[in-house]
Nanobody
């Protein structure tokens, strides 16, 4: 079993930055693929970014139009924490952000690919 806890959300002005953390407990988390998703009010949950177990591989949702270098996913040195660095935040980035993990080491962008989910952390960007 893997338990995931997100932190780092909050209220920030447009153009600001936040770093979200996903801390995991449980064995062999360093071998798990991890993804970040978000759900805005009234919208379906959508994929944001994923990182492989080794941390060497990353994948972003619609990089050219959506992320544009604003978001960076990474793993901590101890591999039991995954980060989502978010810069140049916009009001449309307002959402609950969730991290998810799968025991399969790879890059996945569908919710069904993930076995474990955190409770989410609220990010609110004011204009």
């Amino acid at each position: 079993q893997v338990q995931l806890v997100e932190s780092g959300g909050g209220l920030v002005q447009a153009g600001g930055s936040l770093r979200l953390s996903c801390a995991a407990s449980g064995r062999t988390f360093s071998e798990y693929g991890v993804g970040w998703f978000r759900q805005a009010p009234g919208k379906e949950r959508e994929f944001v970014a994923a990182v492989s177990g080794s941390g060497s591989g990353t994948y972003y949702h619609d990089y050219a139009n959506f992320v544009k270098g604003r978001f960076t996913i990474s793993r901590g040195n101890a591999k039991n924490t995954v980060y989502l660095q978010m810069n140049s935040l916009k009001p449309e980035d307002t959402a609950v952000y969730y991290c998810a993990a799968t025991s399969s080491d790879g890059l996945y962008y569908t919710e069904a690919s993930y076995d474990y989910w955190g409770q989410g952390t609220q990010v609110t960007v004011s204009s």
